[in-house]
């Protein structure tokens, strides 16, 4: 079977996740749904435009919500059904497809378009084959019910597949998946929280199905597949109880989720905002390190005010929270996160230079290996401050070195000897502003617009021979955007 | 039957090793974000920086001392660690560029016969150790130009010492007594 490219599956995911995560701080703001919506909506009309990814479809704010209702039923092929289903296609739905899947996976994956204006009766693990012949499997029986309004998609976990098949409709179940939708329904009746592993698992998978080029108008498809677990089934069953609460529930989990450490950047080319959802960014076939969900609440919040509102900072809070995920502990990284994002060291820099200090970080005499330990930031202050000292102290002589009549040079400028010991003779020629000492000749020769955000492995060198192995990453080459779970390089500086 | 003093062989310096200081302290992680060519060996405390004109490496820590190697001469050194000074100075430092001093150079040379490293041994105990067990050449140090060399049995003959001239007076002197155990 083809699968075709998860990146605008996983978009639209991300997407969902964000604006179901903010949704609750835009309002705790008092900020309107209607600008949620025309958030999202501008978010997927730049991606869109951006043209960077195939097949992206925007969702529309208005379009009902659709829950599909399966009754539990064991296997069969239910032609009423599907008629009905065809019904519908015929009402302009024709990418609703499905095919016959050799082994009936568990559950239903289904995809329904938003227009579809009336519950739909299924027996649990339907497959429904379209006409024009894309797939889509429903892995796990849903319960589908017309919900009102607003545009909370179900999240469920997802598997899409596009498969060509000019097949007449069938739909095929699983009975497992129907039994396990029973207990998962009375056991997810209580909507606690579900395992964050769970929680995280279907985040992962999570891709809300879209609509296929033609009808952008598509909100409601559901594409689920269980093919993690029984949780899943809970996900469906709270959903039909309390729809509003239930997703945002889940989209709070999911969101957990989503904000797991591992924050490689999400970047999607024309949307800052989209490194909220950086998190999001995890390889596609499920690689997921859920260390810590506790952390992981606590920083959905943080993280989405941080990111949304530094928007334009993305680069900088993600190059420090690799260097965050990747250095140091789990529990490190959050505070780290928490803290580097927002104190930027430009801003501060900038503060930094009307203060001129002649002693203390200021003294310049050559100190030893400042320790590196997490005082970074007050290194990074004392180099700032020496720097803007230097021209202040210009005809200050406060050097103690062991050599120096190199004050002297430094103040006058002009050459001089400097009597080092054994030295041979070192002219102090002061380093011409860009005369003859050409720098960067080969400046940004390989300024390219192909990029590669990920996290890394390993990252080996030999000599000039580099060797790359990475993981988690999505790229952007030639305009169009790749997702991948590994990736490897060579390459020769 | 010696060697003439003029020995028209061919010493190839392979590597000049220097170092400066650029009299400022040096914010090591902004040169690893900002720098081009750059890595950063947080553990140590250490930005290397590689330079491709002149094909060099530089080891930049935070007090300011900066190491050079790689050059292939003498003034490709200098030429290359200005260059080096001068990046960091884009980058917003202070720097001087002061104490520039050649260390340590190496260079590579051919008899063009081979030697007899037993009997050359014999022959120059004072200032020659071969232990073949552990290592397969002579070390021969010559204490008034602190040069050392490491002689080889093909007539190979790798010299340290701490600027270029050391190295080439180094050859000429050991030349004769290489001559004399030659095969």
Redesign the interface.
């Known amino acids: 079977m083809a699968h075709s490219s998860p990146v605008p599956e996983l978009y639209k995911s991300i997407i969902e996740d964000v604006i179901e995560g903010v949704r609750e701080l835009f309002a705790e703001e008092g900020v309107e749904e209607q600008v949620l919506k025309d958030l999202k909506q501008l978010w997927e009309t730049k991606v869109t435009q951006s043209r960077a990814t195939e097949g992206f479809f925007k969702h529309s704010h208005c379009s009902p919500r659709f829950s599909l209702q399966l009754p539990h039923s064991s296997h069969s092929v239910l032609q009423t059904s599907a008629a009905s289903y065809v019904i519908q296609a015929g009402r302009g739905f024709q990418h609703f497809t499905a095919a016959k899947l050799g082994p009936p996976r568990v559950g239903v994956t289904l995809a329904l378009p938003s227009c579809v204006a009336y519950p739909l009766q299924m027996p649990a693990g339907v497959m429904l084959q379209p006409a024009p012949g894309q797939l889509y499997k429903v892995n796990v029986p849903v319960v589908v019910t017309q919900a009102s309004g607003d545009g909370s998609i179900l999240h469920y976990p997802v598997q899409q597949m596009f498969h060509p098949l000019g097949q007449a409709s069938v739909l095929q179940a699983s009975v497992a998946s129907v039994t396990q939708l029973n207990a998962s329904a009375a056991h997810a009746a209580g909507e606690t929280l579900q395992p964050q592993e769970t929680a995280l698992q279907q985040a992962v998978l999570y891709k809300p199905s879209y609509v296929e080029k033609q009808h952008v108008e598509n909100s409601a498809t559901l594409v689920q597949q269980p093919s993690v677990s029984v949780q899943e089934y809970e996900i469906n069953a709270v959903l039909n109880q309390c729809s509003e609460s239930t997703e945002k529930f889940q989209h709070d989990n999911l969101h957990t989720a989503v904000f797991t450490p591992e924050c490689s950047e999400g970047l999607f080319i024309d949307e800052s905002l989209a490194s909220s959802s950086s998190g999001v960014l995890l390889d596609v076939e499920g690689q997921l390190d859920m260390e810590h969900p506790e952390l992981l609440q606590q920083q959905v919040s943080d993280d989405i005010i941080d990111l949304i509102i530094a928007g334009e900072r993305l680069d900088e809070n993600t190059f420090l929270k690799d260097q965050g995920s990747v250095a140091s502990s789990d529990k490190v990284e959050p505070a780290e996160q928490a803290e580097s994002s927002l104190p930027l060291e430009k801003d501060l820099c900038s503060d930094i230079e009307g203060i001129s200090q002649l002693d203390g970080t200021g003294d310049v005499s050559s100190k030893e290996q400042i320790p590196h330990t997490k005082d970074k930031e007050e290194n990074e202050f004392i180099g700032f401050i020496d720097s803007e000292d230097l021209r202040v102290l210009d005809d200050e002589e406060d050097y103690d070195e062991e050599c120096d009549s190199s004050s002297n040079i430094e103040s006058s400028g002009s050459d001089g000897d400097n009597e080092d010991l054994q030295i041979d003779i070192v002219e102090e020629d002061p380093l011409n502003s860009g005369d003859d000492v050409s720098e960067q000749d080969i400046a940004d020769l390989f300024d390219t617009d192909n990029v590669i955000v990920c996290q890394y492995e390993k990252i080996h060198r030999t000599k000039n021979k580099w060797k790359f192995y990475l993981k988690d990453g999505v790229m952007s080459i030639e305009g169009k955007d790749h997702v991948f779970a590994k990736a490897t390089g060579d390459a020769e500086w | 039957m010696d060697a003439d003093s003029d020995v028209a062989l061919d010493i190839l310096i392979t590597n000049v090793v220097c170092v400066f200081?650029t009299?400022?302290?040096?914010?090591?992680?902004?040169i690893a974000?900002e720098g081009?060519?750059v890595?950063y060996k947080?553990d140590v405390?250490k930005v290397l920086m590689?330079l491709?004109?002149p094909r060099i490496t530089a080891t930049i820590?935070?007090?300011?001392k900066v190491i050079c190697t790689g050059a292939t001469s003498e003034e490709e050194a200098k030429?290359g660690a200005?260059?080096l000074?001068?990046?960091l100075?884009?980058l917003?430092?202070?720097?001087?560029?002061?104490?520039?001093?050649?260390v340590n150079v190496l260079a590579v040379c051919n008899m063009p016969f081979e030697i007899r490293l037993p009997e050359f041994t014999k022959n120059n105990r004072s200032h020659a150790s071969y232990e073949p067990e552990l290592h397969p050449a002579v070390c021969y140090r010559i204490k008034s130009l602190r040069a050392t060399l490491q002689i080889f049995s093909t007539g190979s003959i790798t010299v340290t010492g701490p600027?270029v001239k050391a190295v080439a007076s180094a050859v000429e002197q050991i030349y004769p007594f290489v001559f004399e155990s030659r095969k």
Not at chain 2, 23 to 30: E, G
């Open positions: 200081r009299r400022c302290h040096l914010n090591l992680r902004k974000l081009a060519n890595i947080r405390g590689k491709r004109k820590w935070s007090s300011g030429f200005r260059r000074a001068r990046s100075q884009k917003g430092f202070q720097v001087i560029f002061t104490d520039f001093k050649v600027n």
